[in-house]
């Protein structure tokens, strides 16, 4: 009883801190990328630029996704009841693939747009985007790339798929700053057509990453295995039990930010069931101390 109290203290402390650093990271984003969308936008109007106009409705894009980011990591946070009795992790990967939607809608109207600039062949109605233009992409890039950094950090802190969804969508963002500042520089060099091409380029960058992000969240729905480092080193960690004759199955899944896992061993067939019932529970504490992600392990005991 009291091993569990300590147990539930730690996981409750655990839980807090989570939900504390999400919440100060997504603050620090919203506030962001409202100011660079509206600095963007003003931007882009007042020199003209297309690119930058495009940039700023990405800049935009993020403060939504973001908000749901922030939902979706609450409703993770939640403890498991009746109708949830492995936790609601997964809510994070629901949040994860509704940002992967809002990331590639953004970029196909913006590649629309663009491609049409392009396929039309009337460069010469393009008008030559502003210095202020080329001002605002290189603040986009370094403000971007901060927050990117700032908030991976911390998604890997706290184990986040959504937050570090959330840190890549900044990176993509800076990328396709930097699309923008090359087509920018280029329209003002004599080839307004290079405006359109960099919103080409930044609905590339965006696609991919929504791609991506879209990809990581269905493999946490579907019960995908971990990677074979960690399933090797749960492996080493059971065959250190000298009990342990042989691992006869060893299956990992990922649900949510966690790991469940189920594992056959075998051991000597003459131990009594109370015997082979502490080498089970044994190996069931040691994984779950040493593997933070690992909220679950079903051990099945076999006869050697």
Request: hydrophobic residues 45%; aromatic residues 8%.
């Amino acid at each position: 009883m009291w091993r569990n109290r300590i147990t539930k203290k730690v996981c409750v402390e655990s839980d807090n801190d989570f939900q504390r650093v999400a919440d100060r990271v997504s603050a620090v984003s919203i506030t962001g990328n409202l100011i660079l969308s509206v600095f963007k936008l003003i931007a882009g109007i007042m020199a003209h630029s297309n690119a930058m106009i495009s940039d700023a409705v990405h800049s935009a894009s993020d403060v939504f996704s973001t908000i749901v980011v922030i939902i979706g990591i609450r409703l993770a946070s939640k403890e498991a009841d009746k109708e949830h009795p492995y936790g609601h992790e997964r809510m994070e990967c629901v949040a994860a693939i509704i940002l992967a939607m809002i990331l590639f809608m953004t970029g196909l109207g913006i590649g629309i747009e663009a491609l049409r600039n392009i396929l039309s062949g009337n460069y010469g109605n393009l008008q030559v985007p502003g210095i202020l233009a080329l001002v605002a992409a290189i603040v986009s890039i370094v403000s971007k790339e901060a927050m990117f950094w700032y908030t991976k950090v911390n998604a890997v802190r706290i184990d986040s798929g959504a937050l570090l969804a959330d840190a890549w969508h900044h990176r993509s963002d800076a990328f396709s700053s930097v699309g923008a500042l090359i087509g920018i520089a280029g329209a003002r060099l004599g080839f307004p057509v290079m405006d359109s091409i960099a919103s080409l380029v930044i609905f590339v960058f965006i696609i991919k990453a929504a791609y991506d992000i879209f990809k990581d969240a269905v493999n946490k729905l579907v019960d995908h295995s971990c990677d074979e480092e960690t399933e090797q080193q749960i492996y080493d960690r059971v065959m250190r039990n000298k009990e342990v004759t042989r691992i006869d199955s060893l299956h990992t899944r990922i649900f949510g930010n966690k790991i469940y896992v189920d594992i056959e061993i075998a051991v000597d067939g003459s131990y009594t069931l109370n015997k082979s019932h502490e080498i089970a529970e044994e190996i069931h504490q040691d994984i779950e101390k040493n593997f933070q992600k690992v909220k679950h392990i079903m051990v099945h005991v076999n006869s050697a």
